[in-house]
Antibody
Framework: EVQLVESGGGFVHPGGSLRLSCAAT????????MSWVRQAPGKGLEWVSV????????QYADSVKGRFTISRDNSKNTLYLQMNSLRAEDTAVYYC??????????????WGQGTMVAVSS | DIQMTQSPSSLSASVGDRVTITCRAS??????LAWFQQKPGKAPKSLIY???SLQSGVPSKFSGSGSGTDFTLTINSLQPEDFATYYC?????????FGQGTKLEIK
């Protein structure tokens, strides 16, 4: 069974940093692109970032470009999101999502349970 | 960015009913359209990809159709576990964008 488990969320002051992790089991991790999607309290889903299966290509939403960095360690079957210069508007549940192929342009098929990030003074 | 607009934003229905949710893209996206179900406090669950293909394990009571700019999700014979919020999402071009969601409530 494919499983994605996020960790690393928490409370941080504006301007602070956090690193989220997403551990994958049940798949050949390097075969699949992976994405982060977030959901602010009471709001809809917002795509954040994607990384190719090899880790060689990445893309970001304009709202996080230059502040967030997506990466992966295929030897550890783990996806990361380094979040710097956090703002109140980054407060959300962050989900990792598996893309159904190695490239970007495909559907999400598996989601993690999410990890909450709260940014407040 | 491609804007995705769902209608209605909320919908009341009874157990046993059939409902249809519509999703419209601001420009053509071929069939690069997915549907997700989300229950309160839970992660989204993938239902449909490529506009009409069911994800593994999703019951056939869910069906999707459409191409280009107009898409529908139909749920037959509603059961209590189907009451949730449903989102469409385009993955034709980056950034992927979601509809605002349709909350399906019990009448």
């Amino acid at each position: 069974e494919v499983q994605l488990v996020e960790s690393g969320g928490g409370f941080v002051h504006p301007g602070g940093s956090l690193r989220l992790s997403c551990a994958a089991t049940g798949i050949t991790f390097s075969n699949y692109a992976m994405s982060w999607v977030r959901q602010a309290p009471g709001k809809g889903l917002e795509w954040v970032s994607v990384i190719s299966g090899s880790g060689g290509s990445t893309q970001y939403a304009d709202s996080v470009k230059g502040r967030f960095t997506i990466s992966r360690d295929n030897s550890k079957n783990t996806l990361y999101l380094q979040m710097n210069s956090l703002r109140a508007e980054d407060t959300a549940v962050y989900y990792c999502a598996k893309v159904s192929s190695g490239g970007y342009y495909d559907a999400f098929d598996i989601w993690g349970q999410g990890t909450m990030v709260a940014v407040s003074s | 960015d491609i804007q995705m607009t769902q209608s209605p934003s909320s919908l009341s229905a009874s157990v046993g009913d059939r409902v249809t949710i519509t999703c419209r893209a601001s420009q053509g996206i071929s069939n690069y359209l997915a549907w997700f179900q989300q229950k309160p406090g839970k992660a989204p669950k993938s239902l449909i990809y490529a506009a009409s293909s069911l994800q593994s394990g999703v019951p056939s009571k869910f069906s999707g159709s459409g191409s280009g700019t107009d898409f529908t999700l139909t749920i037959n014979s509603l059961q209590p576990e189907d009451f949730a919020t449903y989102y469409c999402q385009q993955y034709n071009s980056y950034p992927p964008t979601f509809g605002q969601g349709t909350k399906l409530e019990i009448k």
